[in-house]
């Protein structure tokens, strides 16, 4: 269900909103849009990066952000669906864009959760306190944050592109990876704790629950699939990237 603060969330106690029945509907649609196209490519899995990536693009070509001709085919079809066709009408930019959100949040809340165990990195704990290993990078494409947890209760010291707290918030600085770190652990694809601070106009960690940080609603992270190389070169993914 949409939170005040336009996060998607799995609850039940919410006001109810507009928008909830009308993002499933445009998702369920793409999924079967998206499902037709793949139909001679068993093999291809169609999931939420899919309906992430045709939301994202729907919602480039309506916004300007991205010019597409392509796109309106697939809106024209959208409309042969009556109750679609009255949306699109009515907002189509803000229907696109909440799907995209909607989509976004799902992924958000399913990751954000804390594992049960983290025996299975039990291997790379290992790795990481072979000291015959003297540099090691590791490369994730993950959202959560099991890594960090696995160090952190093993007391294994990394770099992950983020200073000291400072007022509550680690922030980002891209020059500690530069630095010399024996382990340095990026995370391409965002991750669930990173939020854009507005108040600061820098994407940090908040070490605390402070209403008066003004975070982003959604983290960074990076949802769908070609449209992820776009974002490559915005934000902080340019200087991942």
């Known amino acids: 269900m949409r939170h005040a603060d336009t996060v998607y969330r799995s609850a039940q106690d919410l006001v109810p909103s507009v928008w909830n029945a009308r993002v499933v509907l445009l998702t369920e649609t793409l999924f079967s849009e998206i499902e037709a196209y ?3 490519r068993r093999s291809h899995p169609v999931n939420y990066e899919n309906c992430c990536y045709v939301a994202a693009q729907l919602r480039d070509a309506v916004s300007g ?5 392509a796109i309106k085919a697939l809106i024209e079809k959208l409309t042969n669906n009556k109750h679609l066709r009255a949306l699109i009408a ?3 930019l803000g229907l696109f864009l909440e799907t995209e959100n909607y989509i976004r949040d799902v992924v958000w809340g399913m990751v954000n959760k804390k594992p049960t165990s983290l025996r299975h990195l039990d291997w790379l704990i290992d790795a990481v306190r072979d000291e015959d290993l003297r540099l090691i990078d590791l490369v994730s494409l993950n959202h959560d ?22 007022n509550g918030v680690r922030f980002w600085q891209p020059d500690r990876l530069e630095a010399l770190h024996r382990v340095r652990l990026i995370k391409l694809h965002g991750s669930i704790d990173w939020f854009f601070i507005q108040s600061e106009r820098k994407v940090g960690i908040p070490q605390v629950d402070d209403p008066f940080l003004h975070t982003a609603p959604r983290p960074e992270l990076l949802v769908g699939t070609f449209n992820k190389i776009l974002e490559y070169t915005t934000g902080i993914f340019a200087d991942l990237h």
Do not use: R, V
């Not at 099991?146 to 952190?152: D, G, I, K, N, P």
């Open 38 to 40: 793949y139909i001679d």
């Open 90 to 92: 009515e907002d189509s």
């Open 145 to 166: 944050t099991s890594l960090e947890q696995a160090f952190t209760s093993k007391a294994i010291g990394f770099c992950d592109g983020f200073g000291e707290a400072t």
């Open 65 to 69: 952000e991205f010019d597409n001709p």
